[in-house]
């Protein structure tokens, strides 16, 4: 069989492709289809690229208001970064997690086997039941894979079944629960093992690194070398034979735009509402698929305290409801100026729906209670010389038993020679590389699918 002829990218150049939304997912198939020579621009509602990856400057100290933590593990990112040319940007930075257990802060750095060996978390016992979950670890292998859910059905159960079927208590209480409170801002009865499997795989026992002007520096540096058009707010998208229509609002108001294909790279609670084309087991899908809500608040501080920790896991068994502090200036460089120090404290979903709505000021009243009564940093309250709240909603994807299932069947309606494709962190993982992956996905597939219907012409 003889193969098609490739376009030329100057040819490419004559089709214009709309990307809606600026966030990681949506920069990332930009940047991929400019690259293979497509003429691109990204629809963004806001005023500002990034969307969850995005840090605000508040008096000096530098808050990143969605995703914080970016683990040696995201292989995607660190290839995009090269090839942004953005690797200077980047440096090493804190990778010492702290869980808190009667009052004590026990550490984990990167030789994570070694410390579990050694820590007094955990009981001897439990460290013994451990070694079940490593083996069902190494038994999946590599089918726990953040690029495509559905390889490994089995791990979809829910956490309170597999503790009981594998773990124990203890460990339920001082691993299970503050890595899903902590990565996904969710209780564990509401998420799936595929989740926790995830999250440890990516996080746990690894290097990370950051850029010390926030982690919005990617999705900045992505949005220089592109055409964003911001305030733009995509209303729908209608697929026809030959091309797209995107109807949108802009400081014109409202109008059409056709282009030869588009990526929606919205949250994936928007999706269905601006294109009326999505097939009905990607909408049950998505219409099923639930978000945490997650409110923080940051403390800037005069003083750093002591603590190494860059994280500190507060189980639920220790404090109300679990929390997760940050301790910013340890996490990467940058988020402070010299000799100060800048604490979050998170709080996961439950709570922070219950507070979602209130006045800044009394959310950040009740943060500070948190931390008093937690009593970690002593006269930290003397120290404070900034604060600022943050909103976040949807937060994350949680991926409940069963809906792998759902993802299957949705993954499965889904026209891989659309010109409509989709990205987002729902295929995947609450995390900034599955999202940033989908969106290099999406932009591949296109690319195929243009190159298959035009050749000839071009
Ligand atoms: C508090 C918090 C902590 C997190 N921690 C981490 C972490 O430590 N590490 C990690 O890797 N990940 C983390 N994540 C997850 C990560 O931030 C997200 O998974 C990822 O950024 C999602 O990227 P996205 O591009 O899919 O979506 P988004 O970032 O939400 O981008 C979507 C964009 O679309 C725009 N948009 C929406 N509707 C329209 C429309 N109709 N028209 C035009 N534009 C529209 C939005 O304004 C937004 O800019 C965290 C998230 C949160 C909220």
């Known amino acids: 069989m003889k193969s098609r002829p490739q376009t030329h990218p100057s040819a490419r150049a004559q089709h214009k492709i709309l990307v809606v939304g600026a966030g990681i997912a949506g920069l990332s198939a930009a940047f991929r289809l400019q690259q293979a020579g497509y003429d691109v621009s990204v629809l963004e509602s806001t005023s500002h690229v990034g969307g969850r990856m995005w840090t605000d400057e508040v008096d000096g100290f530098r808050i990143d208001t969605g995703a914080a933590m970016l683990p040696d593990s995201y292989h995607q990112m660190r290839r995009l970064i090269r090839d942004a040319g953005l690797t200077q940007d980047v440096v090493p930075s804190g990778d010492v997690y702290g869980f808190l257990r009667d009052g004590r802060i026990h550490r984990f750095g990167k030789h994570i ?3 579990l060996l050694t820590t007094r978390l955990l009981s001897a016992r439990s460290k013994l039941r451990l070694l079940r979950l490593a083996a069902d670890t190494r038994r999946l ?3 726990i894979d953040f690029r495509d859910l559905t390889r490994a059905p089995e791990a979809d159960e829910s956490c309170i079944a597999y503790t009981d079927r594998r773990l124990n208590e203890e460990l339920f209480d001082y691993l299970i629960e503050p890595l899903s409170t902590n990565y996904y801002f969710a209780p564990p009865e509401e998420l799936s093992m595929t989740h926790v499997y995830l999250a440890a795989g990516s996080a746990l026992g690894t290097g990370y690194f950051n850029s010390p002007r926030g982690v919005a520096f990617l999705p900045r540096g992505l949005a220089r070398q592109l055409d964003v058009r911001h305030r733009t707010r995509v209303l729908s998208i209608e697929e026809n034979e ?3 229509t995107v109807t949108c609002t802009d400081h014109r108001g ?3 735009e056709t282009a030869a294909a588009c990526v929606i790279a919205v949250p994936g609670p928007s999706v269905a509402g601006i294109w009326p084309g999505l097939p009905a087991p990607m909408r049950t899908y998505l219409s099923r698929l639930r978000y945490s809500t997650c ?5 800037g501080l005069s003083a750093r305290p002591r603590e190494p920790s860059m994280w500190i896991f507060v189980p639920r068994r220790e404090y109300p409801g679990g929390l997760g502090l940050c301790l910013d ?4 460089p940058g988020r402070a100026p010299d000799g100060k120090g800048l604490i979050t404290l998170y709080w996961p979903t439950h709570a922070s729906e219950d507070l979602y709505d209130l006045p800044d000021a009394d959310v950040t009243a009740q943060a500070l209670r948190d931390l008093e009564r937690l009593n970690l940093f002593p006269g930290l309250a003397q120290r404070i010389e900034m604060t600022s709240v943050s909103r976040c909603r949807p937060c994350v994807p949680l991926t409940h038993p069963g809906s792998i299932a759902e993802l299957h ?9 659309s010109r409509v494709m989709l990205a987002g962190d729902y295929f995947s993982f609450g995390s900034t590389n599955a999202a940033l992956t989908s969106g290099e996905v999406a932009a591949s597939r296109l ?12």
């Open 295 to 299: 409110l923080h608040v940051s403390f």
């Open 447 to 458: 690319t195929v699918t243009l190159e298959a219907r035009r050749p000839h012409r071009d």
């Open 242 to 244: 030959d091309s797209v």
């Open 113 to 115: 086997p070694l410390d």
């Open 409 to 417: 069947d949705g993954l499965r309606s889904l026209d891989r020679a």
């Open 329 to 332: 200036h340890n996490r990467a």
């Open 254 to 256: 409202e109008h059409r």
């Open 141 to 143: 292998g590599d089918r």
